[in-house]
C-alpha cells in the first residue's frame, strides 16, 4: 500500500469518525430540542434578580439603534435590569446615537462608557471588564451590537440560571437576520442551526456539556469575579470562559426557547476575518486547556478538550490531505488504488453530511425545504471547503501574534444597512 493510500484512509476514516460523532449529536439534539419545545422554556422563580446588560460596542452606528430598542422591549421587570454599553473607542457617531437614546428613554437605567484608544480599543474582554467594572446585578447578560433577542429571551434565560445552583451560565440561540442578503448569509444560517444550535443541544444532552457563544447568554456575577474578569488575551472569550466554568464545578445549559437574531456577514472579505478571528481564539483555547485532556480531575470537561482537539487537528488535517490527493490526482502526479471502495465511502460521507444537516431543520420552522437541502449539499463543496483555509491562515496568523508579540485590538465584523434585505423570517 503506498503512501497515498495511507493518506486517503487516513482521511476517509477520520472524516467519517467526526461526522459519525456529528451525527450522535445531531440525534441527541434533536431529541433535547423537541422536549424542550414541549414547554415555553419558563421556570418559576421566587425572585427576579438585577441583572446587568453588558453591550461591548466599537464603531456600532449601524446596528446600535435596532440593538437597543430590542433590550428596551425585553419582557424582564424594568427596575430589575440595566444596560450598561461600553462605546469602546468608537470614530463613527455611536456617541450622539447612544445619548439619543438615553435621552429617549428617562425611566430606564442606560449607563453608556465611552472610552479612548488609551483605555478602550483593546478587544471584546477589555470591555466586558470595564462594563462590569460599574455594573450592578448580580447576574450579567451579554449581547453582541447586532443582536436583537426575542422579548422573552432574557427572562427564560435567567429563569433557568437561577432554578439550578449548579448552573454557571445559561445560553440561548441565535439565529440569522440578514439570512436572504446573499448566497453567503443562506450557508451561515444553515452552518448556526446545525454546527452551532443542534451541535450545542447534544452535547448537553449526553454530557452536560455546551460552550458559551459570545452572545445571548447569562452568567452568575459571583463566578466572574472569582475569574477576576474575562482574559483579555482570548479572542474567544466566549470559549474560555466556559471552560473556566467547566473547571470551577458549573455546567452550562442551552434553552433554545430563548432566540436572538443576529447580522451576520453578507460578503466573504467580511467572513473570512470573522472566522479567522474564531478559529485563533478557539486555538488559544485550545493549547491553554489541552493539558487538562489527561487530568482525571477534569471530569467531563476532558471530553470538550478532547472535541475542540479532534475538530483543529484530526478534522483540518484530514481534509487537508483529501484535498491534496484530489488536486494531485487530477493533475496526474498521485493515484489512489483503493479504487470504487474509496469512491463508494466518498458518496455516502457526502450523503451522511447532507442527512446531518437534514436532522438541524427539520426542527426549525420554514428551514425544511427542498432549497435548502440543494443549498446543503453546494456547502460541503464550496463554504465547507473555506474553513481549511480559514484555520491553515489562523494558524499562520496566530504564529506571527506569538513571534512579534501582537497586542490583542478590536477587530470587529463589518455591519450593513439592512434595508434591502427580505423581510421574510424562518421560526
Given at each position: 500500500?503506498?503512501?497515498?493510500?495511507?493518506?486517503?484512509?487516513?482521511?476517509?476514516?477520520?472524516?467519517?469518525?467526526?461526522?459519525?460523532?456529528?451525527?450522535?449529536?445531531?440525534?441527541?439534539?434533536?431529541?433535547?430540542?423537541?422536549?424542550?419545545?414541549?414547554?415555553?422554556?419558563?421556570?418559576?422563580?421566587?425572585?427576579?434578580?438585577?441583572?446587568?446588560?453588558?453591550?461591548?460596542?466599537?464603531?456600532?452606528?449601524?446596528?446600535?439603534?435596532?440593538?437597543?430598542?430590542?433590550?428596551?422591549?425585553?419582557?424582564?421587570?424594568?427596575?430589575?435590569?440595566?444596560?450598561?454599553?461600553?462605546?469602546?473607542?468608537?470614530?463613527?457617531?455611536s456617541m450622539e446615537v447612544l445619548k439619543q437614546i438615553?435621552?429617549?428613554?428617562?425611566?430606564?437605567?442606560?449607563?453608556?462608557?465611552?472610552?479612548?484608544?488609551?483605555?478602550?480599543?483593546?478587544?471584546?474582554?477589555?470591555?466586558?471588564?470595564?462594563?462590569?467594572?460599574?455594573?450592578?446585578?448580580?447576574?450579567?447578560?451579554?449581547?453582541?451590537?447586532?443582536?436583537?433577542?426575542?422579548?422573552?429571551?432574557?427572562?427564560?434565560?435567567?429563569?433557568?440560571?437561577?432554578?439550578?445552583?449548579?448552573?454557571?451560565?445559561?445560553?440561548?440561540?441565535?439565529?440569522?437576520?440578514?439570512?436572504?442578503?446573499?448566497?453567503?448569509?443562506?450557508?451561515?444560517?444553515?452552518?448556526?442551526?446545525?454546527?452551532?444550535?443542534?451541535?450545542?443541544?447534544?452535547?448537553?444532552?449526553?454530557?452536560?456539556?455546551?460552550?458559551?457563544?459570545?452572545?445571548?447568554?447569562?452568567?452568575?456575577?459571583?463566578?466572574?469575579?472569582?475569574?477576576?474578569?474575562?482574559?483579555?488575551?482570548?479572542?474567544?472569550?466566549?470559549?474560555?470562559?466556559?471552560?473556566?466554568?467547566?473547571?470551577?464545578?458549573?455546567?452550562?445549559?442551552?434553552?433554545?426557547?430563548?432566540?436572538?437574531?443576529?447580522?451576520?456577514?453578507?460578503?466573504?472579505?467580511?467572513?473570512?476575518?470573522?472566522?479567522?478571528?474564531?478559529?485563533?481564539?478557539?486555538?488559544?483555547?485550545?493549547?491553554?486547556?489541552?493539558?487538562?485532556?489527561?487530568?482525571?480531575?477534569?471530569?467531563?470537561?476532558?471530553?470538550?478538550?478532547?472535541?475542540?482537539?479532534?475538530?483543529?487537528?484530526?478534522?483540518?488535517?484530514?481534509l487537508v490531505f483529501s484535498d491534496l490527493i484530489f488536486?494531485?490526482?487530477?493533475?496526474?502526479?498521485?493515484?489512489?488504488?483503493?479504487?470504487?471502495?474509496?469512491?463508494?465511502?466518498?458518496?455516502?460521507?457526502?450523503?451522511?453530511?447532507?442527512?446531518?444537516?437534514?436532522?438541524?431543520?427539520?426542527?426549525?420552522?420554514?428551514?425544511?425545504?427542498?432549497?435548502?437541502?440543494?443549498?446543503?449539499?453546494?456547502?460541503?463543496?464550496?463554504?465547507?471547503?473555506?474553513?481549511?483555509?480559514?484555520?491553515?491562515?489562523?494558524?499562520?496568523?496566530?504564529?506571527?501574534?506569538?513571534?512579534?508579540?501582537?497586542?490583542?485590538?478590536?477587530?470587529?465584523?463589518?455591519?450593513?444597512?439592512?434595508?434591502?434585505?427580505?423581510?421574510?423570517?424562518?421560526?
Open positions: 500500500m503506498s503512501i497515498v493510500d495511507v493518506l486517503a484512509l487516513y482521511s476517509i476514516f477520520a472524516i467519517w469518525g467526526l461526522m459519525f460523532i456529528n451525527i450522535v449529536f445531531s440525534v441527541g439534539g434533536f431529541i433535547y430540542i423537541m422536549r424542550m419545545y414541549r414547554t415555553d422554556g419558563h421556570k418559576s422563580i421566587p425572585e427576579y434578580p438585577m441583572v446587568t446588560v453588558m453591550v461591548p460596542a466599537h464603531n456600532e452606528s449601524i446596528v446600535i439603534q435596532k440593538t437597543m430598542e430590542a433590550l428596551l422591549k425585553l419582557d424582564y421587570p424594568k427596575d430589575k435590569y440595566e444596560i450598561i454599553v461600553v462605546n469602546d473607542n468608537s470614530t463613527d457617531n438615553q435621552h429617549n428613554n428617562p425611566d430606564f437605567k442606560i449607563i453608556v462608557i465611552n472610552t479612548d484608544n488609551i483605555v478602550g480599543g483593546k478587544g471584546k474582554s477589555n470591555a466586558l471588564n470595564i462594563a462590569l467594572s460599574v455594573a450592578s446585578g448580580t447576574v450579567i447578560a451579554i449581547y453582541d451590537a447586532d443582536n436583537t433577542p426575542e422579548r422573552q429571551a432574557l427572562k427564560i434565560l435567567v429563569e433557568n440560571l437561577m432554578s439550578d445552583d449548579k448552573l454557571g451560565a445559561v445560553i440561548g440561540k441565535f439565529r440569522t437576520r440578514n439570512k436572504y442578503a446573499s448566497l453567503l448569509t443562506r450557508f451561515v444560517n444553515i452552518e448556526t442551526l446545525a454546527y452551532q444550535c443542534m451541535n450545542q443541544a447534544g452535547r448537553f444532552f449526553f454530557f452536560k456539556l455546551c460552550t458559551i457563544p459570545g452572545t445571548n447568554y447569562v452568567i452568575r456575577r459571583e463566578l466572574i469575579d472569582q475569574m477576576g474578569g474575562w482574559d483579555v488575551n482570548a479572542l474567544a472569550e466566549d470559549t474560555e470562559i466556559s471552560f473556566r466554568l467547566y473547571r470551577m464545578g458549573y455546567y452550562i445549559k442551552f434553552i433554545p426557547q430563548a432566540v436572538t437574531w443576529e447580522q451576520e456577514p453578507q460578503m466573504l472579505k467580511q467572513w473570512f476575518k470573522q472566522r479567522t478571528r474564531w478559529v485563533k481564539g478557539n486555538l488559544y483555547v485550545l493549547r491553554s486547556n489541552f493539558k487538562y485532556a489527561f487530568d482525571p480531575k477534569a471530569g467531563r470537561m476532558r471530553l470538550d478538550v478532547i472535541y475542540y482537539a479532534l475538530v483543529y487537528l484530526l478534522m483540518f488535517s484530514s488536486m494531485m490526482g487530477v493533475l496526474g502526479f498521485w493515484y489512489v488504488t483503493l479504487g470504487g471502495f474509496s469512491s463508494l465511502l466518498w458518496e455516502m460521507a457526502i450523503l451522511l453530511f447532507v442527512l446531518n444537516v437534514a436532522i438541524t431543520l427539520s426542527v426549525e420552522k420554514n428551514e425544511f425545504n427542498f432549497s435548502n437541502l440543494v443549498l446543503t449539499f453546494f456547502m460541503l463543496f464550496t463554504y465547507a471547503k473555506l474553513w481549511v483555509l480559514v484555520v491553515l491562515y489562523a494558524l499562520i496568523q496566530g504564529v506571527q501574534d506569538v513571534v512579534y508579540k501582537k497586542e490583542v485590538i478590536w477587530d470587529k465584523t463589518e455591519r450593513f444597512e439592512e434595508a434591502g434585505v427580505r423581510k421574510k423570517k424562518g421560526g
